[in-house]
């Protein structure tokens, strides 16, 4: 099954007997499917995303669930849903959209869980979720993401490189969550050279593909943490019980992400990670069309007392060259 989001509960697709499976963008490939329905105003991701489902790059798909964590993931559900009920000859399979607010409220709570009730429902035609099978689901995915925590201090440690380290955590949103806490464990078991350069914080847009940080790592840096969910943003939380209710307040505190969460959460969050990887310079890498991170920037430069780059308007996958060169005289001065 696959989904959109770091907001999608993976748990209960686990639970419902089918496999996870988180759909990226791929740089540099041909998204013109994707542009024709979406608009180039869109995030490229989104696009790459729509085209890829379009020509079946996922493989077969048994369903679709996006979750609503920025525009662009709800124009693409949107997109999606049009087609679906307008061109039944593109075989799409059933969609569903997940609304997870961010609030920090009492209130907002009962919302959430509301939303991953009707979730769990839906996901009954394929196999009925009994509390065992969840409790289950939700404790082998917290495990995981505890495998993964000890990953994030081998990188703090400089003995996984930033690149390595993201490659991991998208490895584990593409094959069942057993054989993901198999995979992590292999990595912690190996005899990992040491990792160098400045060490860089990553803030601003998502990347599911590895190509930026393998520039800035071939450039001088070591991208030691970043404040993104396909990095430590996707397994820094875990559920307090396996139930229900605490897999709701799990998704509802999750974050803070650039397009749900306020400047000054963004700010307090960017400054503790920061720290906590003993960061040497910030560097705020916004796509195209992704307006959230430039407008977080101020307040996390501010907060973080670090040398800070503002990368705008960047292409989907790479760094321009004016980028590169605005992260020259920070790295000299580190």
């Known amino acids: 099954m696959g989904y959109v989001g770091a907001d999608v509960p993976v748990e209960l697709i686990t639970a419902a007997g089918l496999r996870p499976l988180r759909l990226t963008g791929k740089p540099g490939e041909d998204s013109s499917l994707g542009d024709r329905y979406l608009g180039r105003g869109v995030d490229p991701v989104?696009?790459?995303v729509l085209t890829r489902i379009l020509?079946?790059?996922?493989?077969?798909?048994?369903?679709?669930?996006?979750?609503?964590?920025?525009?662009?993931?709800?124009?693409?559900?949107?997109?999606?849903?049009?087609?679906?009920?307008?061109?039944?000859?593109?075989?799409?399979?059933?969609?569903?959209?997940?609304?997870?607010?961010?609030?920090?409220?009492?209130?907002?709570t009962p919302y959430v869980h509301a939303k991953?009730?009707?979730?769990?429902?839906?996901?009954?035609?394929?196999?009925?979720?009994a509390d065992d099978d969840l409790a289950a689901a939700i404790t082998?995915?917290?495990?995981?993401?505890?495998?993964?925590?000890?990953?994030?201090?081998?990188?703090?440690?400089?003995?996984?490189?930033?690149?390595?380290?993201?490659?991991?955590?998208?490895?584990?949103?593409?094959?069942?969550?057993g054989e993901a806490i198999t995979l992590v464990e292999r990595v912690l078991a190996e005899d990992l050279p040491a990792a160098e350069g400045v060490r860089l914080f990553l803030t601003g847009s998502s990347h599911d593909s590895p190509e930026?940080?393998?520039?800035?790592?071939?450039?001088?840096?070591?991208?030691?943490?970043?404040?993104?969910?396909?990095?430590?943003?996707?397994?820094?939380?875990?559920?307090?019980?396996?139930?229900?209710?605490?897999?709701?307040?799990?998704?509802?505190?999750?974050?803070?992400s650039a397009?749900?969460?306020s400047i000054g959460q963004r700010a307090a969050h960017t400054a503790a990670a920061a720290r906590a990887c003993a960061a040497e310079v910030l560097f705020s890498y916004a796509r195209v069309h992704d307006d959230a991170p430039p407008w977080d920037f101020p307040g996390q430069r501010a907060a973080t007392g670090l040398p800070a780059v503002l990368a705008e308007r960047q292409p989907y996958g790479e760094l321009t060259a004016e980028a590169l060169a605005a992260l020259v005289p920070v790295r000299a001065a580190a």
């Open 259 to 261: 397009p749900r969460a």
């Open 55 to 108: 020509t079946g790059a996922y493989g077969p798909l048994e369903a679709i669930v996006v979750s609503r964590d920025c525009e662009a993931s709800l124009r693409l559900f949107y997109a999606l849903r049009e087609l679906h009920r307008i061109e039944p000859s593109l075989g799409l399979p059933p969609l569903r959209l997940v609304d997870v607010l961010h609030l920090p409220h009492h209130t907002t």
């Open 140 to 177: 082998v995915h917290d495990t995981l993401r505890r495998s993964l925590a000890r990953a994030a201090v081998l990188r703090r440690e400089n003995r996984l490189s930033g690149t390595r380290f993201l490659e991991l955590v998208a490895a584990t949103t593409a094959v069942p969550v």
């Open 46 to 48: 989104a696009r790459s």
């Open 116 to 129: 991953i009730a009707q979730l769990r429902e839906w996901l009954g035609r394929w196999r009925p979720i």
């Open 212 to 256: 930026v940080y393998e520039t800035l790592e071939r450039n001088g840096f070591f991208v030691a943490g970043e404040d993104h969910d396909w990095g430590e943003l996707l397994f820094a939380r875990t559920c307090a019980a396996p139930t229900e209710l605490a897999l709701a307040e799990r998704y509802q505190y999750n974050g803070p």
